[in-house]
């Protein structure tokens, strides 16, 4: 499984910002979570949205909750990422991730997922 990020970019505080995230190699069925992580400069990778086995079962970083939203494109193996209201505190690289059979007390950790895209950039300028 191949997972490829893009959609991030140079933005000022307040504007969106979707971000894609395009699997090959497999479609992605039920019982596989999908999620999406930051890392920020000096600071460690840090959970940020996830499908938790299927797209009706959704959890938020409490900073993110209100302002992000995952969604998944079943059509396109594709999922998104929007970002809404956007300030520096969010600038980061984020990943996509992906892996089957999570439980759900491993949703937020890193380390339990088996693939990753190469990251995005997303900068917000204040």
């Keep these: 499984v191949q997972l490829q990020a893009s959609g991030g970019g140079l933005v000022q505080a307040g504007d969106s910002l979707r971000l894609s995230c395009a699997a090959s190699g497999r479609t992605f069925i039920s019982g596989y979570s999908q999620a999406w992580f930051r890392q920020a400069p000096g600071k460690e990778r840090e959970f940020v949205a996830a499908f938790f086995r299927s797209p009706s079962s959704t959890y938020y970083a409490d900073s993110v909750k209100g302002r ?59």
Excluded: E
């Design 68 to 126: 992000f939203t995952i969604s998944r494109d079943n059509g396109k193996n594709t999922v998104y990422l929007q970002m809404n209201s956007l300030n520096p505190d969010d600038t980061a690289v984020y990943y996509c991730a992906a892996a089957p059979r999570l439980i759900l007390s491993s949703l937020r950790v890193p380390s339990s997922y088996t693939y990753w895209g190469q990251g995005t950039l997303v900068t917000v300028s204040s």
